[in-house]
């Protein structure tokens, strides 16, 4: 899928949700957020590090949670708000410019 695709379909979510239990580092979650699309995300895995305080999160194995994360996410206009607002400055935090700093840092700091 084009990219561009992909960015029109984050746009034009409600929410995006994740009930993962395993995310190598959880891409999706910082696009959506990048997109203004709220995301609600399991509490396990590398997932509440892409999503900081930006996300709902849930129990990926609790469905109940889930629901009602969606819930309050479709229905209260200033969760939604807030959450649009803290997705873009969460998404910020993993420009490819942050990445190669704090490469360029490790490898100093091995170096030394």
């Known amino acids: 899928?084009?990219?561009?695709s992909l960015a029109a379909l984050y746009?034009?979510?409600d929410a995006l949700v994740i009930p993962s239990h395993y995310e190598g580092f959880g891409l999706p979650v910082v696009e959506a957020m990048t997109c203004g699309?709220?995301?609600i995300t399991s509490n396990v895995s590398s997932l509440p590090e892409a999503g900081g305080d930006a996300a709902v999160y849930c129990d990926p194995g609790d469905t109940d949670?889930?629901?009602q994360a969606i819930q309050r996410v479709l229905t209260e206009p200033n969760l939604?708000?807030?959450m649009i607002a803290s997705g873009y400055?969460?998404?910020r935090r993993f420009?490819?410019?942050?990445?190669?700093?704090?490469?360029?840092?490790?490898?100093g700091e091995v170096i030394s």
């Open 1 to 4: 899928m084009p990219s561009n």
């Open 80 to 82: 939604r708000s807030r």
């Open 37 to 39: 699309c709220p995301v």
């Open 65 to 67: 949670s889930m629901a």
């Open 89 to 91: 400055e969460q998404a």
């Open 11 to 13: 746009s034009a979510a």
């Open 95 to 107: 420009s490819w410019r942050n990445c190669a700093e704090a490469t360029f840092k490790a490898y």
